[in-house]
């Protein structure tokens, strides 16, 4: 019972930080403390959603976490191409989401299994 609830409040916390990260590639860029780069940013957004997702839905299988998080990263930056909001759309910024998000499903969901089997 336990499990499951901190299973659905993982699963809140992705749809809260896939929400964050939707409106903030929409936005005008903030300055951020440090200024990390274009893709560092990227890296970082779809990182996150990777390990919510590999610990919020144990139960599906990484390649179709994976399809779901691409698809995400596809949506930003086909609205990203849309000129009144002065953005751009770059190819390089959907393969480093998709390199942190492969990445992130993957380390995470090793370690569950390591501590599964423990």
Request: aromatic share 12%; hydrophobic share 60%; net charge neutral.
């Amino acid at each position: 019972m336990e499990s499951a609830r901190a299973q659905l409040w993982l699963r809140r916390a992705f749809f809260v930080c896939a929400a964050f990260a939707f409106v903030m590639a929409l936005i005008p860029p903030p300055d951020i403390p440090g200024e990390p780069g274009d893709k560092i940013q990227h890296m970082m957004a779809f990182a996150t959603l990777g390990g919510l997702a590999a610990v919020g839905w144990r139960e599906r299988r990484l390649v179709v976490l994976f399809a779901w998080l691409a698809a995400f990263g596809a949506a930003i930056e086909l609205f990203q191409a849309i000129p009144a909001l002065h953005r751009d759309a770059e190819l390089l910024d959907w393969l480093a989401d998709m390199a942190a998000a492969a990445m992130a499903l993957g380390v995470v969901r090793a370690v569950l299994n390591y501590s599964a089997r423990r």
